[in-house]
Nanobody, 126 residues
Framework: QVQLVESGGGLVQAGGSLRLSCAAS????????LGWFRQAPGKDREFVAA????????RYADSVKGRFTISRDNAKNTVYLQMNSLKPDDTAVYYC???????????????????WGQGTQVAVSS
């Protein structure tokens, strides 16, 4: 079992920045891919970004490319999402996810991930 706890959400004006963190605990000795997803009211959960264990491979949704950056610190079992130039459309609950066997072609797929955090709210005002 892996437990994931997100933090760093909040209310920010359009154009502002936030940095989300996700701390993993429990069975963290194995290698795993980490991802960020988000879900706005009335919408399906959607992929935001993912990073492999080595950190060498990252992937982003087209809607956040150039604005968001995912990174990880394996020594701290933590993954980060730096969000810049935020837009009202970025408003959602952001979830951290961990997956042990995630093929590169499936990094954006919700079913690829085995564990999920409880989410942190991000609200961007216009």
């Amino acid at each position: 079992q892996v437990q994931l706890v997100e933090s760093g959400g909040g209310l920010v004006q359009a154009g502002g920045s936030l940095r989300l963190s996700c701390a993993a605990s429990g069975r963290t000795g194995s290698t795993y891919t980490l991802g960020w997803f988000r879900q706005a009211p009335g919408k399906d959960r959607e992929f935001v970004a993912a990073i492999t264990w080595s950190g060498l491979i990252t992937r982003y949704a087209d809607s956040v490319k150039g604005r968001f950056t995912i990174s990880r610190d394996n020594a701290k079992n933590t993954v980060y999402l730096q969000m810049n130039s935020l837009k009202p459309d970025d408003t959602a609950v952001y979830y951290c996810a961990a997956g042990y066997v995630v093929h590169y072609n499936n990094l954006a797929a919700v079913p690829s991930y085995d564990y999920w955090g409880q989410g942190t709210q991000v609200a961007v005002s216009s």
